[in-house]
């Protein structure tokens, strides 16, 4: 029995390495598909790091209900599976925190809110922005120069929706929060544009 392909294009001739060529072509046709499509796919809706591999603890700054900064804590990280953030939060912050939405501009809770106060996380009560450096960007979303402590947030490249952006999530529990840009108002120069859905407002006195 012949059972190399040296044998089998010997005894076939210059007809079977015409079929296994057009074979060959076709496959190969359809394994580039496949592998543009998914290349496409990711660059859309690139992954997000799962809270499996991030690490079990993170340093976070404190604020007491005052509005005093207390310090920096080592706290474990909040993670909870997909079912019990449904059942937490409101239908707009689950998907705004949860898979990366945006709220409609105009419509969250404190776009245009002037009261004194700190924005703490709306999954893990992590102290965020506070209303000091909160300013009127035009935009529809409540707006800030700086976070109230830069150990509280974490940045990371968004290339979803064709842009290439700096998304910004909670430190402690991975919320999505929204984006930060290079155009806001002095003294940092950056707009961190916020989803309202994604914070609670707590009024200090």
């Known amino acids: 029995m012949k059972n190399t392909l040296h044998e089998q294009l010997d005894s076939q001739g210059e007809s079977g390495v015409a079929h296994l060529s057009r074979r060959a072509l076709i496959v190969a046709a359809v394994g ?31 604020f007491a ?76 979303w409540p707006s800030f120069w700086q976070p109230i402590a830069r150990e509280n947030i974490a940045v990371a490249s968004d290339s979803s929706m064709g842009m290439e952006r700096d998304a910004v999530s909670c430190r402690r529990c991975d919320a999505h929060l929204g984006h930060v840009f290079p155009d806001g108002p002095p003294p940092t120069y950056q707009r961190y544009c916020m989803n309202s859905a994604a914070m609670r407002f707590v009024k200090l006195a």
């Open 65 to 140: 209900t005052n509005g005093t900064k207390t310090g920096k804590v080592t706290v474990a990280r909040i993670v909870k599976t997909d079912a019990e953030w449904k059942s937490q939060l409101s239908p707009v912050s689950y998907e705004v925190t949860r898979h990366a939405g945006t709220e409609r501009a105009y419509t969250g809770a404190t776009w245009n809110l002037h009261e004194r106060g700190i924005f703490r996380c709306i999954c893990c009560d992590t102290a965020l922005f506070s209303s000091e450096t909160k300013f009127e960007s035009g935009t529809g």
């Open 32 to 62: 580039g598909a496949a592998f543009w499509a998914l290349r496409r796919v990711a660059h859309l809706d690139p992954p997000r790091v799962s809270a499996a591999s991030a690490p079990g603890t993170v340093t976070i700054v404190e």
